[in-house]
């Protein structure tokens, strides 16, 4: 008998909040994380992006523990996963973390290599933390790796080899990743617009997510979610720019598809990456035409967090997640006027909408791509 | 989930300038550096794809274990639905420390976008999946170790819920000098079953 | 400006790695992008890269680049205008 799974928990820390509610109102209020920041560290010139407000993150980490051992991307992963750790873990548990750099702020100024710069000591710390069991699976997988993450989770489960897993997510803005973006003119000097004319590059920005995810169906309450289809397929084009005809992630979306059972005209809502590269927002409106998706509700959440990198696609999920359990399509902030070939119907305005079944996709450098199908139980 | 059984048909090992395939040596080398190394290993086999020597070390690495261990395992007439499954301990460290150098002083300031684009570890499998046109299932996992029960157990579920049809199994690993990859061929047919046993004793030997 | 054709074919090949090429492959008025050379959207980073670096050129609109890294020529033409090194 084929398991189901299912994802109970969520929790996210970003610049809009430290809790999912936080971060729906302000969302509702179409207030944006990013901001126009003066940092020399980053740039001579002032730059747009979005980040987590160092006080106010050392002050929510200190209620929950008074370790000064944890670097900042721990102490945003602990804060995330903390309050949704309500299970015992246990060998069956799972742990999974997604992140593209971890502790990389941690090269900075230094003449060795860190321990902390390795994947799995930073997994290892926030496994000890929960008292997690098993051995931290790490997916280091560009800017799939939150969804990714997500997929591995549930196919492990299917596959009887955990019962459950805890996922996180999570990214810093870090001047390595900045200065790299930089160099690929990739971003933006206004606050980034999806999909729009006027789009040139995006922002980076920084948060954490994390979610509880279990084949134990008495978890599950009205209003959870069902994950009922994934894939994970390269490009096979170029390892920076994605492929014009959006291969890799028409046959993620369609791998997805043939497992859930379900058709594309089922789709209600899909949560889309959207950095507002030119080519990457153009790769993804040519993928959905292609699979005859132009017309299903669309955003990308990159308008109000920025890139978060590692932390997107898990961080994307849960705010899609919401969007389904309140019936609410939220806006595509930073969107005018379409600016892609082919058409593709992005979110104007917060609104309410019966969703059942939502997609959410991802791609990233290496030519990466991957789709989830989720649907509301 | 179907009853597919699942078996290793090729290994491939490169480590300490040596280069085996299915347990024998087909290639040795004087110690060298890797670049020197990876060199040589690439006219020996006459691999003919100048993008190689853009690459970045892990992805020259990997790149060469795919090339050994592929050749003559490929279809010419079909699209090959080969999943890519690496996995390592330091991701992709060895081009940060470079590219993390290249920014640290603001006076001599010239990073290199060709260097920032090899700083994700799963760059490596693109590389590989550009040359084959492998329209396939990627993932890059981080452990400490070689992990021969998760390598196992994930490409069997690749394999038994049809995600893929061949599985590219890969610990490629490298940190500056120290370096090492163990590459299987895991598919549907052959004699040796894919269990963690069997993917530590090839990787042992 | 011949010797700065010569050195702009020595840095490429540098450069970019390209490593069976020598600088006697490259003509003058050879397309660097495309058929040619055969080079990337990151080469063409690269470039930009090595005019300031080398030359003290910062390019304020990377779509100037398509023109200017046409060729050996015109990437000549170009730095021997706007070189402030």
């Excluded at chain 1, 955003?299 to 932390?311: D, E, Q, R, V």
């Excluded at chain 2, 597919?4 to 300490?16: D, G, P």
Aim: hydrophobic share 40%; aromatic share 10%; proline share 2%.
């Amino acid at each position: 008998m084929q398991r189901e799974i299912f994802i109970t928990e969520t929790n996210i820390i970003t610049p809009l909040g430290f809790d999912v509610a936080t971060n729906i109102q302000n969302i509702e209020n179409k207030i944006s994380g990013i901001q126009l920041h003066h940092d020399k560290k980053f740039s001579e010139n002032p730059f747009f992006g979005a980040m987590i407000n160092g006080e106010e993150l050392d002050a929510a980490f200190g209620k929950i523990s008074s370790s000064s051992e944890f670097t900042r991307l721990e102490k945003m992963m602990i804060l995330a996963l903390h309050p949704i750790v309500k299970t015992v873990p246990d060998q069956n548990t799972a742990f999974l973390l997604s992140t593209t750099k971890g502790n990389i702020t941690e090269l900075e100024n230094k003449s060795e290599l860190p321990e902390s710069a390795y994947l799995q000591n930073l997994a290892k710390k926030i496994a000890d933390f929960f008292n997690f069991k098993t051995e931290p699976i790490v997916i280091s997988n560009a800017c799939v790796s939150g969804i990714l993450a997500v997929a591995t989770a549930k196919r492990l489960i299917e596959a009887n080899l955990y019962d459950d897993a805890y996922v996180v997510a999570g990214d810093e803005f870090s001047e390595f990743v900045f200065s790299g973006f930089s160099l690929f003119q990739a971003l933006s000097d206004k606050p980034c617009k999806p999909y729009d004319s006027s789009r040139n590059g995006l922002n980076l920005g920084e948060a954490t997510a994390a979610v509880y995810i279990t084949s134990d169906k008495s978890l599950a309450k009205k209003g959870d979610i069902k994950i009922i289809g994934d894939g994970a397929i390269n490009d096979a084009n170029h390892i920076s720019g994605p492929s014009r005809t959006g291969e890799g992630l028409v046959r993620s979306i369609e791998s997805a598809f043939k497992e859930s059972g379900i058709q594309a005209s089922q789709i209600d809502y899909i949560s889309a990456h959207g950095t507002a590269t030119i080519y990457n927002d153009e790769m993804e409106a040519i993928a959905f035409n292609r699979l005859g998706m132009k017309n299903v509700p669309l955003n990308s959440m990159k308008g109000f967090y920025g890139h978060t990198l590692g932390a997107s696609g898990l961080l994307e999920t849960v705010i899609g997640i919401e969007s389904a359990r309140k019936n609410r399509l939220f806006i595509s902030l930073g969107f005018d006027e379409i600016g892609v070939s082919e058409s593709v119907n992005i979110i104007a305005e917060n609104q309410d909408s019966d969703i059942k079944y939502f997609l959410k996709t991802a791609s990233g450098f290496g030519g990466c791509n991957t789709a989830v199908i989720f649907e509301k139980i | 989930m179907e009853e597919i059984k699942t078996y290793i048909t090729a290994y491939c090992k490169i480590e300490k300038n040596q280069i085996s395939l299915d347990g024998e040596t087909v290639f040795h080398s004087e110690e060298l550096s890797f670049q020197d190394f990876s060199k040589k290993s690439y006219q020996q086999f006459e691999l003919n794809y100048p993008k190689f020597f853009k690459m970045d070390n892990l992805s020259k690495l990997a790149f060469l274990a795919s090339e050994i261990i592929l050749k003559g395992n490929l279809e010419s007439e079909r699209e090959n639905n080969i999943a890519l499954l690496f996995a390592n301990k330091s991701s992709s460290l060895d081009t940060d420390v470079k590219y993390q150098k290249s920014i640290s002083d603001k006076n001599e300031y010239f990073p290199s976008p060709g260097v920032f684009v090899y700083t994700l570890a799963n760059i490596c499998m693109g590389e590989i999946s550009i040359k084959n046109q492998f329209k396939s299932e990627n993932c890059f996992f981080i452990f400490d170790a070689f992990n021969s029960q998760f390598m196992a157990d994930y490409g069997n579920l690749l394999l038994k819920t049809g995600k893929a049809e061949k599985v590219l199994c890969a610990w490629t690993e490298l940190y500056q000098e120290e370096y090492q990859v163990f590459m299987c061929l895991v598919s549907k047919e052959g004699n040796l079953e894919n269990t963690a046993e069997n993917l530590e004793k090839l990787y042992k030997r | 400006m011949e010797a700065l054709k010569l050195e702009l074919k020595e840095k490429i090949i540098k450069v970019l790695n390209l490593e069976d090429i020598a600088v006697e492959d490259v003509n003058d008025d050879d397309a660097l992008f495309g058929d040619g050379l055969g080079l990337d959207s990151i080469d063409a980073l690269e470039l930009i890269v090595m005019l300031d670096k080398d030359y003290g050129i910062k390019l304020l609109d990377p779509k100037e680049g398509k023109s200017i890294f046409q060729s050996i020529n015109s990437m000549a033409a170009y730095i021997t205008e706007h070189r402030t090194k």
